[in-house]
Nanobody, 124 residues
């Protein structure tokens, strides 16, 4: 059974950093692209980033470009989302998702498996 677990969320001041981790299990890590999405209360789910199964072709949402970096650790079969220069508007639940195939997507509907999410709160 495919399962994804996000960790690393928390409370941070504006300008600070956090690193989220996505740990998939029950799937062949190298055969899936991984995406990150976020959702704040009362708002639609928003694309944050995705990375292909070879660690290539990462993409970022416009609101996080230049501040967030996604990467894969093949030794540990995990994906990191490094978030720097955090802003209060980054406050949301962050979710990782897996999509079979080499490429990720900006559309959440393209991802089949999802984690339960981790909360990120940025104070001003």
């Amino acid at each position: 059974q495919e399962r994804l677990v996000e960790t690393g969320g928390g409370l941070v001041q504006a300008g600070g950093s956090l690193r989220l981790t996505c740990a998939p299990s029950g799937l062949t890590f190298n055969h899936y692209a991984i995406g990150w999405f976020r959702q704040a209360p009362g708002k639609d789910r928003e694309f944050v980033s995705h990375i292909g199964w070879r660690g290539t072709s990462p993409e970022y949402g416009d609101s996080v470009k230049g501040r967030f970096t996604v990467s894969r650790d093949y030794a540990k079969n995990i994906v990191h989302l490094q978030m720097n220069v955090l802003k209060p508007e980054d406050t949301a639940g962050y979710y990782c998702a897996a999509r079979p195939g080499p490429y990720g997507s900006r559309r959440s509907s393209d991802f089949a498996s999802w984690g339960q999410g981790t909360q990120v709160t940025v104070s001003s």
